[in-house]
């Protein structure tokens, strides 16, 4: 099996499912002759053409409007923002069109769209190229959202995306692009969207989350081993629909859990699931349950300092984690 | 029913390719759109209904704007006050009535939107919302993918003057405009956006925005059917024809307040609005058809006993017809949901 990056995995992800179906393509700034702002989509427009790797007006509303006529019309499109940060104009499209429109039409029309944006921080980008906006989509059922730690999971669940009848949001990290790298297999596969998945094996506690923090969790966990801590990790790979059974079955196995993710904490994906965690097994926690995110600011800054502040690092992992290991 | 052409005077509607039939056919709907929409406020006023948007004013344009396309392939995306054009792609007054009502069998939403909110797949009427002018993205990613399909289909969008100021009008116009995609963009302007007036909305003219985007702009009187119908026409040929989009502004006049909520006469006079209403195109149309020989005082006795007739059936229909099941607000969310797939 080929390891792989991240940013390849996703990249192979669109030329397969565009190789098997004449109706998926893609959609965005700078995704045809350039082939991407991060490469993302290099090579599509040379192999599939000018049409089905299009370069669009700078205007995401008008991305994610055509996509969602596109795909009402039974077309396959992956429209891409170019940073997540930039998607809010097409937060219209996406959240009272893409999400509603199955269920105003009563299962008449549907909507089988692919949003991919790109989220986070740790590039020094700044407040505008470093946002994770998971918590505005989140909560607008209609819509299903997906963030990939793993590059497998890049590439299986970004085919699972092309070929839901529903609209997904794919946020993809930039800071994994690169990154993460990971066996990749060039078999056609998808990974089910509504499944998490369990990194690691632990009895002591257990960490939820999603996307790049993971990877400190992983290192952290590594970390702690060696001082006799026993580490759970399950990763949510779909925000939306929670997989409630996977994280229920995941904290019962420890008592005590961390949820950590880079979005800021209020309002975030991690009051879901701390929410899930207290509502069905409470008497069961050996500790409270604790959450690492980002601070409640707007936006990291660009200098230094301050992004590495706003960051979860692996540091600020594993001193959470040992913190709820000897509660 | 008397040929026009026996005449032997080649008739305006005949120039444009419209047979006697279409031409009278294109009335009956306008007479029909007009009688459904005034015995909607109505039931609204007598407390029947809750709530009614109406297109009074407007339905000339929309009956023959719908007869210029190929209603049997192309796509359609109507804004809320266009009962005249729905009725003219196949939908029914029964289909309305239930909409109305909101009941189970509406084929718009089964119940769940406000009325004016159309949808029907097998007639190619696209779902539409609430927030004004979405609904031009998507017509332009249709028509995206028509040529992308190669088929040989149009996409039809309406909208309101007002609307024309929204992001999503001048994003979905000049993404059009940069792919010469097969689209057709009505204006209905009816000179009011609820309370604001036109020259309060913007300072140009609707039709004259299709300029910075590259592609044609005409303004066409909306009362004129045949005048529509042309227009339409020759932009639909424009469209198949692969030289891209055309925005058209039909002028008219809202003859009704904005919707049943709303007290019109707080912001225009009543002498505005009969001056308007003296300038109605549907008793121009149909003077025209007994002009044309083809149309009688006793024939549209009988229409308006028919069309009475058919919207009494449709209103008892509509009223006795049962309301979707409390809990099937819970269905269709997502594809799998009846199966449980989604937790």
Known sequence: MPAMDYIDAIRLAMKEEMERDEDVFVLGEDVGVKGGVFTTTKGLQEQFGELRAMDTPLAESAIAGVAIGAAMYGMKPIAEMQYSDFMFPATNQIISEAAKIRYRSNNDWNCPVVIRAPIGGGIFGGLYHSQCPESVFFGTPGLKIVAPYRAYDAKGLLKAAVRDPDPVIYFENKKCYKLINGDVPDTDYTVPIGEANVLREGDDITVIGYSLPLLFAEQAAEELACEGISTHILDLRTIQPLDKEAILEAVRKTGKVLIIHEDNKTGGVGAEVSAIIAEELLYELDAPIMRLCGPDVPAMPINPPGEKFFMLNKEKVKEAMRKLALY | ?343
């Open chain 2, 1 to 343: 029913m008397t040929q026009s052409a026996s005449s032997g005077q080649k008739l305006r509607h005949m120039e444009l390719g419209l047979s006697d039939e279409k031409a009278i056919d294109m009335y009956v709907k306008m007479v029909t759109a007009r009688k459904f929409d005034e015995r909607i406020l109505l039931l609204q006023r007598a407390g029947k209904v809750n709530f009614h948007v109406s297109g009074v004013g407007q339905e000339v344009a929309q009956v023959a704007a719908a007869f210029a396309l190929d209603r049997d392939h192309d796509y359609f995306l109507p804004y809320y006050r266009d009962y005249g054009f729905v009725l003219s792609v196949g939908m029914t007054v029964r289909d309305l009535m239930l909409s109305v009502f909101a009941k189970a069998e509406d084929p718009n939403s089964g119940g769940r939107q406000m009325p004016g909110h159309f949808g029907h797949k097998k007639l190619r009427i696209v779902t539409g919302s609430s927030p004004v002018t979405t609904q031009v993205p998507h017509a332009v990613g249709i028509a995206l993918a028509a040529k992308m399909k190669k088929k040989p289909f149009v996409s039809f969008a309406t909208f309101g003057e007002g609307s024309s100021n929204q992001g999503d009008f001048h994003e979905g116009c000049n993404f059009a405009g940069v792919h010469k995609l097969p689209v057709i963009l009505m204006c209905e302007n009816n000179q009011y956006a609820i309370s604001v007036p036109l020259h309060k909305q913007l300072a140009g003219k609707v039709s004259d925005r299709a300029l910075g985007y590259g592609f044609p702009g005409v303004q066409v009187d909306g009362n004129d059917a045949l005048e529509v119908y042309r227009v339409v026409k020759e932009a639909r040929e424009r469209a198949v024809a692969g030289e891209g989009p055309t925005l058209i502004e039909a002028l008219m006049y809202r003859l009704s307040p904005h919707s049943t909520s709303d007290n019109d006469l707080a912001y225009r006079t009543k002498e505005e609005v009969e001056f308007y209403r003296a300038k109605d195109g549907i008793p121009k149309y149909k003077q025209y058809l007994i002009d044309c020989g083809i149309w009688s005082e006793e024939q549209d006795e009988e229409l308006l006993k028919a069309v009475r007739k058919e919207i009494d059936e449709a209103n008892e229909y509509g009223d006795k017809a049962p309301f979707p099941a409390p809990e099937s607000i819970l269905l269709h969310v997502y594809a799998d949901d009846e199966k449980g797939g989604v937790r």
